[in-house]
């Protein structure tokens, strides 16, 4: 899941905010947060990686953006990757939202 554009090109910092619900198979399936620059959807950083495991509801998470990220426009991608073994509901996001300072 991308995001649309977000402009950062006048932030001196921003967070990443949403809310995920995990049920994701550990050492095997994973989710990955990227941050990609919206002209050409060349990565950035990758804020986020190997996620897995289980929440037993919804969580709130927040990861602050890298400065490589600042005085840019960018897109988030939230990305699962799954092997084809497996009885897991996977990695849900929802509320997505960028705050700037």
Do not use: C
């Not at 620059?37 to 709130?60: C, F, H, M, P, Y």
């Not at 840019?72 to 960028?98: C, H, L, M």
């Amino acid at each position: 899941m991308r995001s649309p554009p977000i402009d950062l090109t006048t932030a001196g910092g921003a967070t990443l905010h949403y809310a995920e619900f995990r049920d994701i198979e550990e050492g095997f399936d994973f989710g990955t947060i990227r941050v990609l620059d919206a002209a050409d959807s060349s990565e950035i950083a990758v804020i986020a990686d190997n996620i897995d495991g289980v929440t037993s509801d919804w969580e709130q998470a927040r990861e602050a953006l890298p400065p490589e990220a600042l005085g840019k426009v960018i897109r988030i991608e939230f990305r699962f990757t799954s092997d084809d073994i497996s009885n897991f509901a996977g990695w849900y996001i929802d509320d997505p939202q960028v705050t700037v300072p």
